[in-house]
């Protein structure tokens, strides 16, 4: 059985306004099509996959930053070497190139206010430092991040926190004193009445073909909407400690730092919780090896596992769904838990699960 939010996830894939920052012609997308990918989805994933274009290069014309900066017009931009300071991206359209840079600051890094694109070519690093805790990279607009290098991410908060996260065939290595990846829709926060939240506002973390490495004291990747993992990834996470060496009743329920986690949207002034029913961790690929303190993998509403080969460590829950979960291919592996599963409906129709 297909999961009912299959199709409303690969629309916000479509729709949601990374693709549209990256590509200029891509369409939309009516998308009820009984959970088979119409032909517009199909286009946007290539796309989407094809970001980085194979060999990456520094497109000609770009401006080069060599000091503490705000952009204030779309363009390409490159950092290349040792900068310390913050990047501000007060524009749509821009793309920051990296290309064997290292930046520091005590504060944020990269600040945008615009979705934005970040493509690394070569081995670079961001780091900050303030001890009250700062977002390392903090986008309120869509971040995609691509190209053949790797990013290491060094933060006393968040390692990256934007209204969506996408990240395309790249190598991220995140140190995080908070979440890893924290992809958050900041308008429901400020909402005074309760939001009806939808794929396409965002909250959502997209990883394709990507390698991403995360030690984190709280959540590895968390997310308002959903966190889907498709094709050759390879997705490895160490959350809140990682699992205790004993597990009781007890240390499973004070437990924190889930491994991945999509759910608990809050809004208003409060903080009030939306109760939704589109909360969402998809995995129909890759290599996910996860040891967290708390639930392994967590979604406020459904989980579907179709693909890969994922491997369990917990002090806590492996699988923890509130709504449905649905296994129908892949390789699980639970090697420590408190509780295996725990789901308000399960159909496992195929797939390996092994404790």
């Known amino acids: 059985m297909k999961s009912k939010f299959f199709t409303r996830l690969l629309i916000a894939i479509l729709a949601a306004a990374f693709i549209a920052a990256t590509f200029t012609a891509c369409g939309g997308s009516d998308g009820k099509d009984g959970g088979e990918k119409s032909a517009n ?79 690394l070519i070569g081995d670079n690093s961001v780091t900050n430092s303030n001890t009250a805790g700062s977002n390392a ?24 926190k934007a209204k969506s996260i996408s990240v395309v065939d790249a190598t991220l290595n995140i140190d995080a004193d908070k979440d ?34 995360a030690i984190s004291a709280e959540d590895g990747i968390t997310a308002d909407t959903f966190v889907y993992i498709t094709g050759n990834s390879d997705v490895d996470i160490t959350a809140g400690g990682g699992a205790p060496a004993t597990i009781t009743e007890t240390t499973a329920a004070s437990a924190s730092g889930k491994g991945i986690k ?60 509130d709504g449905q979960l649905t296994i129908s ?9 408190y509780e295996d599963i725990d789901a308000g409906k399960s159909d496992i129709a195929e797939g390996t699960i092994v404790k």
Do not use: Q
């Not at 060599?66 to 363009?75: K, N, R, V």
């Not at 290098?149 to 390692?159: C, D, I, M, Q, R």
């Not at 409060?270 to 993998?297: E, F, H, K, P, R």
């Open 41 to 119: 989805v199909k286009a946007a994933e290539e796309r989407v996959a094809d970001i980085s274009g194979g060999d990456v290069a520094i497109p000609s014309g770009a401006t080069h930053i060599t000091a503490e900066i705000t952009l204030s017009e779309p363009g390409n931009y490159y950092v290349d070497s040792v900068l310390n300071g913050k990047i501000t991206v007060a524009s749509s359209g821009v793309n920051l190139y990296l290309s064997g840079a290292t930046i520091t600051n005590d504060k944020k890094i990269i600040d945008s206010t615009y979705d934005m694109t970040v493509t």
């Open 137 to 160: 990279i903090d986008c309120t607009g869509n971040l995609v991040i691509n190209g053949n290098g790797a990013l290491s991410v060094n933060s006393t908060k968040n390692g990256i």
């Open 180 to 213: 890893g990846l924290h992809a958050e829709v900041d308008e429901y926060d400020d909402a005074t009445s309760e939001p009806d939240p939808d794929y396409v506002d965002g909250g959502f973390v997209y990883i394709k073909n990507a390698k991403v490495t």
């Open 262 to 321: 999509a759910g608990a949207i809050d809004w208003g002034a409060n903080g009030t919780d939306i109760v939704w029913d589109g909360y969402l961790v998809y995995i129909d690929g890759g290599t996910l090896d996860i040891n967290s303190n708390d639930d392994a993998l967590h979604s406020d509403s459904e989980t579907v596992i179709s693909g890969g080969n994922i491997t369990l460590s917990t002090g806590n829950k492996a699988l923890n769904t």
């Open 329 to 337: 291919g892949g390789k699980i592996t639970i090697n420590k838990c």
